[in-house]
């Protein structure tokens, strides 16, 4: 299975770290080793001193499909659910900076969470999820799928213009503003709507 990752889908995160908005969606793959381990704390890789968490909601392809039409994407997922793209920042502004690939900074072992899946049926509306982290019991990242430039069905249709999608693949949807640095012994909690989905300790 793979990961496809979305950058710069909320206009509020563009904003914090003074990115550009992109005119079309901004992709990124991390490998299936990236995944984080169930009940397994995240190590802080020895090779950053600034590791964001970005909170996002997943979708769980369920079926094989190349240049889906977006009136059809919504055949092609029936689980959602939320994950941390986890970043190493000063690595990926590092990259940024010299026009190089991101994945040092994010598809390290261990840098993507992906949480319980729910039901599709369970919303009442995909476009409408609202969702949030908090990180010791204090909410520092919220958000609603209402508030993505590019929606879930939207994504669909253009990832798989240029890479087929298969069953079991993961696509992260992109952060909305809040990122900030973890330290050791914080807890990170994801909700999707009032659902708890995931609880990481940090180490
Ligand atoms: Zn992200």
Redo the contacts with the bound molecule.
Sequence with gaps: MKII???RNYTEHIAELKNDKPTHPVLFLKPDTSILLKKQPFFIPEFSEEVHH?V?VLVKINKIGKHIDRKFAHKYYDEIGLGI?F?ARDLQSDLKSKGLPWEKA?AFDGAAVVGNFLPKSTFKDVDAISFRLEKNATTVQEGSTSMMLWKIDELIEYISKYFTLKIGDII?T??PAGVAKVHPDDVLVGYLENTEVFSIKVK
């Design positions: 990752c979305v950058g970005e996002e793209d970043t994010k992260f992109g952060t």
